[in-house]
Nanobody, 122 residues
Framework: QVQLVDSGGESVQAGGSLRLSCVATKLTGCVAWFREALGKQREGVATIDDEGRPYYSDSVKGRFTISKDNGENTVYLQMDSLKSEDSGMYYC???????????????????WGQGTQVTVSS
């Protein structure tokens, strides 16, 4: 059983930056970050595979950076140039099988963090 604990969400002004963290009891083959805005479906924003290769949704490409520290079993999401539309609950997720499917689909992930709230005010 893999447990994920995500943290780092805060309220921030538009244009600002935040770094989210996801600490895992064990890093799975693929870890993803999702977000869910009020009234909207959960959206996958970034993944990182077991070799550290990142992938981003178009909505965050060029502004967000996903990385991991295998020694600390931690995956990070650095979010820069934040916009109001980036607001939402952010979740990290782990996948049993290797590889990171594209597009980033929530049904492919088994393990989920509890979520951390990001609020971007304009």
């Amino acid at each position: 059983q893999v447990q994920l604990v995500d943290s780092g969400g805060e309220s921030v002004q538009a244009g600002g930056s935040l770094r989210l963290s996801c600490v895992a009891t064990k890093l799975t083959g693929c870890v993803a970050w999702f977000r869910e805005a009020l009234g909207k479906q959960r959206e996958g924003v970034a993944t990182i595979d077991d070799e550290g290769r990142p992938y981003y949704s178009d909505s965050v490409k060029g502004r967000f950076t996903i990385s991991k520290d295998n020694g600390e079993n931690t995956v990070y999401l650095q979010m820069d140039s934040l916009k109001s539309e980036d607001s939402g609950m952010y979740y990290c997720a782990g996948r049993i099988l290797g590889g990171c499917p594209r597009p980033i689909d929530r049904v492919s992930y088994t393990y989920w963090g509890q979520g951390t709230q990001v609020t971007v005010s304009s």
